[in-house]
């Protein structure tokens, strides 16, 4: 897949911060090359996104990874939403269900950075790889904001790696744009939010915001923030 690369990144970014986040939206599906897709977690804030996105291109591609240890609230988040919006949703899997994997690698996720690399590694990454190019996608839009962690603070509206653009529309959004976005627009988040997880991932690497002493640990024991798919 060839893409086009004249486009002047730089300019454009510079450009952006200006705009709103629909404004970025609608001028990445103008100029940006398709297959044009949006990947979820279905996680906390989840529905700002989705609705930005499909208000904008209702059949857009909806990628989602279920690692096979999401909570059973996100499940049915993912189910509520795929219904309210009409999410044309594509969800793609670990190359090995739980069982399997567990047999060959016992609970990596236990054995420090290291085990939690090769997991996350196996359970998220190759998954949403396999989907990126088994779908063609060459622009990715993603709902990944600066405020989430140190490591997206450098992160630009508009990047191009590995022969794909990647779209961030809603990244210099604080938490309080979100909560007035949801408010706005009578969307939910993810029901665990109101049992305090501020970030939720898998179930043996997501903690509640009650069950630590500080919002990193909330995630991945602490030991790192993100889980690969932004880095």
Request: charged fraction near 25%; include cysteine; glycine fraction near 4%.
């Amino acid at each position: 897949m060839m893409l086009d690369t004249n486009i002047d990144i730089d300019l454009i970014n510079k450009r952006m911060v200006s705009w709103t986040a629909s404004q970025r939206i609608s001028w990445a599906l103008k100029n940006l090359p398709k297959q044009h897709i949006v990947s979820t977690s279905f996680g906390a804030q989840a529905a700002v996104m989705l609705h930005l996105m499909t208000f904008h291109k209702p059949d857009i591609l909806v990628v989602f990874i279920d690692t096979g240890y999401l909570f059973d609230e996100t499940i049915e988040f993912s189910k509520h939403l795929t219904s309210t919006l009409n999410l044309n949703l594509k969800t793609f899997r670990p190359l090995l269900d739980r069982e399997k994997y567990e047999k060959k690698f016992g609970k990596v996720w236990e054995n420090g950075l290291e085990g939690l690399e090769l997991y996350n590694q196996n359970r998220k990454v190759e998954p949403m790889q396999r989907a990126l190019n088994d779908l063609h996608a060459a622009t990715w839009f993603s709902g990944i904001r600066k405020e989430q962690s140190p490591t997206r603070e450098q992160k630009m509206f508009v990047e191009l790696s590995n022969n794909r653009y990647k779209v961030s529309p809603i990244l210099d959004w604080t938490s309080e744009d979100i909560d007035s976005y949801i408010k706005d627009n009578s969307l939910e988040y993810n029901p665990l939010w109101h049992k305090g997880y501020i970030s939720i991932g898998d179930t043996h690497t997501t903690k509640s915001i009650y069950e630590v002493e500080s919002i990193e640990q909330t995630r991945f024991f602490g030991l790192k923030r993100e889980c690969g798919l932004h880095e």
